[in-house]
Structures are given as structure tokens and as C-alpha cells.
């Protein structure tokens, strides 16, 4: 069964380093999304991404976010100079065509953020 | 304002009955998407059930049904049978008709007492 896969599965990083989260969408999807979950919280919607391009993003992703789908398979999200406040697990999800009948969002396993 | 609104923050539930986890939502939207997620403690989110706004049968995936009132603006989750597994998060989504954003609810933590 097609699912999305995301690496590292935990991360621990120094406050003020760079980290960058990668997805492999399920291959056939054309919808991509970032969300996360501080632990215990509700889940947060970052960024859609379509067409190689942003097609929504919320408050939280600021100018220390961003996203690239840099070879047509992977799909990353860069956080420039990583917060204590940014631990969190980090999930990617991909989604078909916004046809609302089929649109369920497939979630990868997630990527544990912690930031010392 | 809040898209969707799960207002039970925990459940209990008896081994072998049945549980209702309400959501509500919130959309001008004419046509919408409603899903449930199940998050167990290992953090992974997996799929439940789907219902979409113009659906006339309320969904239904094995022990889940979907509750679809939608004059109410109601998606609750009815878990039949409950199972020891079953005890999780479970979070109600809305996808709206631009389909950029799915949005959570807060979640409801079900615990299933043997």
C-alpha cells in the first residue's frame, strides 16, 4: 500500500541551527502539506504546496520556513535557525487532486523535532 | 473563529460498547470534505472515515459510522464494540472547497476500560 515516508524520524538540534525535514509524497498525489503537533496539542496546519508552488500557508510559517520540492519526489520543510519553541513532531501529508469526494489526506509517520 | 470544535478533551469508554466523539464545524462553503483521524501513542495519524457534504448516506467504515447532520453542522464518530486498541486521540478534520487547508479539531482522548 502506497504511503508517505518521512525521514529523520527524531531530531535533536542546537537552538539557531538549520534543520531540514524530509517527505516522500505518496508518488500519484499532487496536494502536499506540512502540519505540527507540539506535544500533547492540537494539530497545526504550515503550508500547502501545489504546482510547485505555496498555495496557503498559516502564521507560524514565517520567513524561518520554507518549503521545496526540489527532484519531483521529495518534499522538504527547512527551518532556518530552529527555536526552543519549534520542538514539535512534524508531520507531511499528501493529498490527490482537490476533488473533495477523494481528497483524504495521507499522513507520513511524522519527524520529532527537538530543539535544545 | 474556530473551524472545528471537539469538545470532549477525554471519554471513557466500557470494552465492548459503543462511544460518540462529537464534532462540529464551521463553513460557508457549499461543499466540504469531513474526516477522522486516530492518533495512538506512537504519534502516527491514521485514516478513519470520510464523509462529504453532499453525501446522502451517512459513512461508514467497518466499526465507525459517521453521524452527518448536517443542518447541525455535526460530524460525530460512533464507535461500535470498542476494543482495547481503540484507546487513542481522535481528531476531526474539515477540508474546505480551495482544498489548501485540512483543519483539526483539538482532539478527544478515548480511553477503553477493560
Known amino acids: 500500500e502506497p504511503e508517505v515516508t518521512q525521514t529523520p524520524s527524531h531530531q535533536v538540534t542546537q537552538m539557531g541551527q538549520e534543520v531540514i525535514l524530509r517527505c516522500v509524497p505518496i508518488?500519484?498525489?499532487?496536494?502536499f502539506y506540512w502540519y505540527r503537533q507540539i506535544l500533547g496539542q492540537k494539530v497545526e496546519f504550515l503550508v500547502s504546496?501545489?504546482?510547485?508552488?505555496?498555495?496557503?500557508k498559516s502564521e507560524i510559517f514565517d520567513d524561518q520556513f520554507s518549503v521545496e520540492r526540489p527532484d519531483g519526489s521529495n518534499f522538504t520543510l527547512k527551518i532556518r535557525s530552529t527555536k526552543l519553541e519549534d520542538s514539535a513532531m512534524y508531520f507531511c501529508?499528501?493529498?490527490?487532486?482537490?476533488?473533495?469526494?477523494?481528497?483524504?489526506?495521507?499522513f507520513g509517520e511524522g519527524s520529532r523535532l527537538t530543539v535544545l | 473563529a474556530q473551524k472545528i470544535t471537539q469538545t470532549q478533551p477525554g471519554m471513557f469508554v466500557q470494552e465492548k460498547e459503543a462511544v460518540t466523539l462529537d464534532c462540529t464545524y464551521d463553513?460557508?462553503?457549499?461543499?466540504?470534505?469531513l474526516f477522522w483521524y486516530k492518533q495512538p501513542s506512537s504519534g502516527e495519524m491514521i485514516f478513519l472515515i470520510y464523509?462529504?457534504?453532499?453525501?446522502?448516506q451517512n459513512a461508514t467504515e467497518g466499526r465507525y459510522s459517521l453521524n452527518f447532520q448536517k443542518a447541525r453542522k455535526s460530524a460525530n464518530l460512533v464507535i461500535s464494540a470498542s476494543q482495547l486498541g481503540d484507546s487513542a486521540m481522535y481528531f476531526c478534520?474539515?477540508?474546505?472547497?480551495?482544498?489548501?487547508?485540512?483543519?483539526f479539531g483539538t482532539g478527544t482522548s478515548l480511553t477503553v476500560i477493560p
Open positions: 501529508a499528501s493529498s490527490e487532486a482537490a476533488d473533495l469526494n477523494t481528497g483524504e489526506l495521507f
Open positions: 508518488s500519484n498525489h499532487l496536494y
Open positions: 504546496f501545489y504546482n510547485n508552488e505555496i498555495s496557503e
Open positions: 463553513t460557508s462553503d457549499p461543499s466540504y470534505g
Open positions: 464523509q462529504g457534504s453532499y453525501d446522502q
Open positions: 478534520a474539515m477540508r474546505d472547497m480551495s482544498g489548501n487547508q485540512f483543519y
